[in-house]
């Protein structure tokens, strides 16, 4: 398949899930014209930071929906591209991190190092970091290849250090894997700061089906669902106090809509 292909399916991908933050890695695109990023967006309203791949990878390409988030700042690094700006519709400060770690234990410290220095320079900021981390955090997130306790804890240790937080990813335990899937590893995930956390309680990552590369597209979704009223429920210590029953009476005597739903279950 070539290289129109994967556009039009990054272009679905984003259609589908009403994308509005795009960030690739290993983008292979050196962008010389906008239509370049057009092509892959799908859309009319962007605006784009890239790195330009050298040889074949490393290329990064991060995009944003111009009509809701309003970018004040843009910083190109080696490994890294960072925008921060406004969420227009609530005035959010935002910064997203697009990050694709080298291999090497050396050059992944020093990238640990830049990035904390990046986020501690805002730390209320709502911060975002997302993409390919060549790295896993524990053990079981790696399978049939060696697992490297010093560099897990080199990232850990970063993590913590930054004050991020990993947001649980579900659809599927593994992110990268190779050609015949005996290796398989979580290389990628979304980092977020607490105020991130703070703003947007209910956001939740999700694994897609690899197609393309040899990594699974994952994404983040921040929008609040609203799952309607919480359920009632009755907790067993409840039984010990002695006004429970006339609590009780007292509530199930008393006229109001609510009251009326509850007592025809």
Known sequence: MGKESKRNWVKSVGRDHKISFLCLQE?????????????VWGGNH?????????GRSSGLLTIWNDSMFQALDVEKKDRFIVVVG?????????????????HDFQNKKLLWEELLGTIRKAPRLAWVICGDF????????????????????FFNDFIASAGLIDIRLGGRKFTWMSRDYSKLSKLDRFLVSAEFVNLLPMSNALALPRIFSDHCPIILDSR??????????????????KDLQEVVEKSWNMSGPELEVFSKL
Not at 86 to 102: E, F, H, M, R, T
């Open 27 to 39: 983008s292979k695109m050196v962008v010389q014209h906008e239509w370049q990023v057009a092509s």
């Open 46 to 54: 962007f605006k784009f930071a890239s790195i330009d791949p050298v």
């Open 86 to 102: 406004k969420w227009l519709s609530s005035q959010v400060d935002l910064g997203v991190i697009n990050v694709y770690a080298p």
């Open 134 to 153: 060549n790295e896993v955090r524990a053990a079981e997130e790696r399978k049939g290849s060696n697992f490297d306790p010093i560099g897990a804890r």
């Open 224 to 241: 609040s669902i609203d799952g309607g009223p919480i359920p009632f429920k009755f907790f067993n210590s409840w039984l010990s106090d």
